[in-house]
């Protein structure tokens, strides 16, 4: 909401939507510490950044994990995550074999027509947290 630190580039609210940037107008998206905090749910800001990512653009993310006790001492976080929970969206997993999530629950929970998949690239500890690359086809 606010440009609180040197690396933010720009500042605006993630909960009001969309989003005060143009369609694919972005190649990287870096949120730290971001998605946590909103009100919105995971399907909301992630189709949001599919929108502003342009063909090939990168969304590296954050976030607090499932088993992490700090994770939950903070009052502002509205949800926590696991390694596989972007898994959903992404089914290049299933086509090479490294997960059945896609196929099993993700290609059915988001609506018939949905298309705003993903290429998962990779999912790492930082610290005691996740960090995500996804990629828009």
Not at 25 to 44: G, T
Not at 50 to 61: F, N, S
Request: some cysteine.
């Amino acid at each position: 909401r606010w440009a609180h630190s040197p690396h933010v580039d720009c500042a605006f609210d993630l909960e009001t939507l969309p989003w005060p940037l143009a369609d694919a107008s972005l190649a990287h998206l870096r949120a730290f510490d971001v998605f946590e905090h909103l009100r919105l749910e995971v399907q909301q800001w992630l189709d949001e950044c599919y929108r502003v990512l342009a063909p090939g653009g990168i969304l590296e993310m954050r976030l607090p994990s499932w088993d992490n006790p700090y994770s939950y001492r903070d009052p502002t976080h509205r949800r926590v995550f696991h390694h596989e929970s972007f898994h959903y969206w992404c089914p290049n997993l299933d086509r090479d074999g490294r997960s059945t999530v896609w196929t099993q629950f993700g290609r059915y929970y988001f609506g018939e027509g949905y298309a705003k998949w993903w290429d998962f690239v990779s999912c790492e500890r930082d610290a005691k947290d996740w960090r995500f690359v996804l990629r828009k086809p």
